[in-house]
């Protein structure tokens, strides 16, 4: 994920001190979680979900391998996000993608994301989209 994401955005470093915190504090239990998905034993997709300080979730590290997508795994994958965040007592979800991510956005919007200021200061996002669980 971190090589793709850097070849998108020209060397894009995510664990940069100027990007939004994602890491194992953020996404552990007990406020967080980590989802990992598989297709025949191989990890196609993965998402996590992060607490944030006004109590809402932000769905965080959303990537789907490039043989999986076009298939729906996306949509599975943040169907799963947002039943973990539910099942964490969110209420509701934030996300953002960057303006390289049309499709990203295109599912975020269709999923009931509506745009709302950039809540999390991430200097490459382009959407800040949020929905009530």
């Known amino acids: 994920m971190r090589d793709e994401m850097a070849a998108v955005y020209d060397g894009l470093d995510l664990t ?3 990007m939004p915190k994602a890491g194992p504090a953020e996404l552990g239990p007990p ?3 980590f989802v990992v998905g598989f ?3 191989v990890p196609v997709c993965c998402g996590g ?3 944030l300080p006004d109590g809402a979730c932000e769905i965080k590290r959303m990537f789907v ?3 999986a997508r076009g298939r729906g795994v996306a949509r599975a994958l943040l169907e799963t996000l947002e039943q973990r965040a539910r099942d964490l007592g969110y209420a509701i979800a934030r ?5 390289l991510q049309p499709r990203a956005q295109r599912m975020y ?3 009931g994301y509506v745009p709302i200021e950039n809540f999390n200061a991430n200097p490459v996002a ?3 989209g949020e929905k009530c669980l």
């Open 16 to 18: 940069s001190l100027k």
């Open 31 to 33: 406020q967080g979680t």
């Open 39 to 41: 297709e025949d034993g």
């Open 49 to 51: 979900v992060k607490r």
């Open 65 to 67: 391998v490039a043989d």
């Open 95 to 99: 996300l953002d993608t960057g303006p």
């Open 109 to 111: 919007e269709r999923a």
């Open 126 to 128: 382009s959407f800040f």
